[in-house]
């Protein structure tokens, strides 16, 4: 899940040049009534909810849809989502990348039905375990594993992992970045400043004096940052895709590897959003040699787990450092961590699922759609651009694609999403509530696409002026 600070509604940014924004508001009011008038089982179970549940749902990201109330989902299958109202949307959001291949893959179903019967957790090692070990180790050229309940908390193990075989305390984002919630990456630029983000609640700590901030795509700010020594890891994707989706800038790659290197610094690559690139990984296709991986949410199907791999030294200098500490808890993984059904899941997931041929539907289909919102965008003479990383697609407005966390920060814009969004919900479609993002799945249909492009058309002529 992903969310990130938004600045204040302001009707004169440059994102809603072209927009008729008293018809936008009228637009967003009626939309509201149609979500209230359409889903009152949604609305009695919001109620019912907010008796018990904090923000009356599970987790309070689920209200950042932009609804009157949280939309209540009784089915979830494929590429449709049905809600406790009887409606089926088509998914685009597929839990924010947690079922990107889709809600409840066959293979993946059989897996947890057959496990299930033989058992949920342990705290043992299992025959699926080694064999997502080694169809980890063949996917992504990193040698040894371990594993997690989300990619947070892979993020964290191994940030503290390096810390250990590194003696270095601090590691090293760019700003905007996305790593979970890991405390150690809520640090910004603001004004080239590094400043712990207001709106990490009960942090205690200074994250300033051990996390360092830079800039995506500069590699002068990142050669500064790595010269004093005393950075154990950069922690990065190699994509931004949490603020929008920032793409590196041609050879960006290539020389902070050389810098990151020089410096004695190790790369981890956090691939949770952008294996929607391949099966391998936007590292793996793109030469990026890291000495760690971190995928999370996609990797089981959408069972809760997550892995983080290590190159041979890396796990050398892990174990030797955990041969050398005291005895006792080292304070990385927890009791559920590899349980029998996760394992089950990924197995599956890694041989029948996150396949060549799955991306080979995706990513042609994810080309189609990415073109289809750029003319739907010019049709209503919006300077809007469009970005796509794979299976992985976003509108942003503004007419060139933002450079670093900076720039695609400064474009975002609340209002209109939830107004957007809200719009898309209501004519049958679903897209991630952060920002623009959408994501096509090995079930996704060319229909489910021309069905999305034609809810945006007609959202977008409801808010664009009148011809």
Same mark, same amino acid.
């Given at each position: 899940?992903?969310?990130?600070?938004?600045?204040?509604?302001?009707?004169?940014?440059?994102?809603?040049?072209?927009?008729?924004?008293?018809?936008?508001?009228? =637009?967003?009011?009626?939309?509201?009534?149609?979500?209230?008038?359409?889903?009152?089982? !949604?609305?009695?179970?919001?109620?019912?909810?907010?008796?018990?549940?904090?923000?009356?749902?599970?987790?309070?990201?689920?209200?950042?849809?932009?609804? %009157?109330?949280?939309?209540?989902?009784?089915?979830?299958?494929?590429?449709?989502?049905?809600?406790?109202?009887?409606?089926?949307?088509?998914?685009?959001?597929?839990?924010?990348?947690?079922?990107?291949?889709?809600?409840?893959?066959?293979?993946?179903?059989?897996?947890? $039905?057959?496990?299930?019967?033989?058992?949920?957790?342990?705290?043992?090692?299992?025959?699926?375990?080694?064999?997502?070990?080694?169809?980890?180790?063949?996917? =992504? /050229?990193?040698?040894?594993?371990?594993?997690?309940?989300?990619?947070?908390?892979?993020?964290?193990?191994?940030? $503290?992992? *390096?810390?250990?075989?590194?003696?270095?305390?601090?590691? #090293?984002?760019?700003?905007?970045?996305?790593?979970?919630?890991?405390?150690?990456?809520?640090?910004?630029?603001?004004?080239?400043? %590094?400043?712990?983000?207001?709106?990490?609640?009960?942090?205690?700590?200074?994250?300033?004096?051990?996390?360092?901030?830079?800039?995506?795509?500069?590699?002068?700010?990142?050669?500064?940052?790595?010269?004093?020594?005393?950075?154990?890891?950069? &922690?990065?994707?190699?994509?931004?895709?949490?603020?929008?989706?920032?793409?590196?800038? %041609?050879?960006?790659? !290539?020389?902070?590897?050389?810098?990151?290197?020089?410096?004695?610094?190790?790369?981890?690559?956090?691939?949770?959003?952008?294996? !929607?690139?391949?099966?391998?990984?936007?590292?793996?296709?793109?030469?990026?040699?890291?000495?760690?991986?971190?995928?999370?949410?996609?990797?089981?199907?959408?069972?809760?787990?997550?892995?983080?791999?290590? !190159?041979?030294?890396?796990?050398?200098?892990?174990?030797?450092?955990?041969?050398?500490?005291?005895? @006792?808890?080292?304070?990385? @993984?927890?009791?559920?961590? @590899?349980?029998?059904?996760?394992?089950?899941?990924?197995?599956?997931?890694?041989?029948?699922?996150?396949?060549?041929?799955?991306?080979?539907?995706?990513?042609?289909?994810?080309?189609?759609?990415?073109?289809?919102?750029?003319?739907? *965008?010019?049709?209503? /003479? &919006?300077?809007?651009?469009?970005?796509?990383?794979?299976?992985?697609?976003?509108?942003?407005?503004?007419?060139?694609?933002?450079?670093?966390?900076?720039?695609?920060?400064?474009? #975002?814009?609340?209002?209109?999403?939830?107004?957007?969004?809200?719009?898309? +919900?209501?004519?049958?479609?679903? *897209?991630?509530? =952060?920002?623009?993002?959408?994501?096509?799945? %090995?079930?996704?249909?060319?229909?489910?696409?021309?069905? +999305?492009?034609?809810?945006?058309?007609?959202?977008?002529?409801?808010?664009?002026?009148?011809?």
């Amino acid at each position: 899940m992903d969310g990130n600070s938004i600045l204040p509604s302001d009707e004169h940014r440059p994102g809603r040049a072209g927009l008729d924004w008293d018809r936008a508001q009228a =637009f967003l009011a009626r939309e509201r009534e149609t979500y209230t008038r359409e889903n009152p089982r !949604s609305a009695a179970l919001s109620a019912e909810a907010g008796r018990h549940l904090l923000f009356g749902v599970p987790l309070h990201w689920m209200n950042d849809w932009g609804t %009157p109330f949280a939309l209540h989902v009784a089915q979830a299958r494929g590429t449709r989502v049905t809600d406790v109202d009887g409606h089926e949307r088509i998914d685009f959001c597929l839990g924010d990348t947690g079922a990107m291949f889709g809600h409840s893959p066959p293979a993946v179903s059989r897996a947890l $039905r057959h496990q299930a019967d033989r058992g949920y957790t342990a705290m043992l090692a299992t025959a699926d375990a080694a064999e997502v070990g080694r169809l980890l180790a063949g996917r =992504f /050229g990193l040698p040894f594993w371990q594993f997690a309940m989300s990619a947070t908390d892979a993020n964290r193990y191994i940030v $503290r992992w *390096i810390r250990a075989a590194t003696g270095r305390r601090k590691i #090293l984002v760019f700003n905007g970045c996305y790593h979970g919630t890991i405390e150690d990456v809520f640090v910004d630029l603001v004004d080239g400043r %590094p400043v712990q983000r207001e709106s990490l609640l009960g942090q205690v700590h200074d994250l300033t004096a051990h996390t360092v901030v830079v800039e995506f795509n500069d590699l002068p700010a990142l050669e500064a940052a790595l010269r004093g020594g005393d950075v154990a890891c950069v &922690l990065a994707e190699p994509v931004m895709t949490n603020i929008g989706m920032v793409l590196p800038e %041609p050879g960006f790659w !290539s020389r902070a590897q050389d810098i990151i290197r020089r410096h004695g610094t190790l790369l981890v690559m956090d691939e949770t959003h952008t294996i !929607s690139t391949g099966p391998g990984g936007y590292a793996r296709a793109h030469g990026i040699e890291a000495d760690a991986f971190v995928l999370g949410k996609p990797v089981g199907g959408g069972v809760p787990c997550a892995v983080y791999g290590m !190159s041979a030294d890396l796990a050398a200098r892990a174990v030797r450092a955990k041969q050398e500490a005291p005895p @006792g808890h080292s304070g990385i @993984g927890t009791t559920l961590t @590899g349980n029998m059904l996760a394992m089950a899941a990924m197995r599956a997931t890694l041989e029948e699922v996150m396949t060549q041929a799955a991306y080979a539907h995706m990513l042609p289909l994810a080309e189609r759609l990415a073109e289809g919102i750029r003319e739907v *965008i010019a049709r209503h /003479g &919006l300077a809007w651009c469009v970005t796509q990383v794979g299976a992985r697609v976003e509108f942003q407005f503004c007419a060139q694609p933002p450079a670093n966390g900076t720039q695609a920060g400064a474009v #975002l814009d609340a209002e209109l999403e939830h107004l957007i969004h809200l719009g898309l +919900l209501n004519r049958g479609v679903l *897209i991630t509530p =952060f920002h623009n993002m959408m994501l096509v799945s %090995p079930v996704t249909t060319g229909g489910d696409v021309d069905r +999305l492009l034609a809810a945006l058309d007609a959202v977008l002529a409801e808010i664009t002026p009148r011809c």
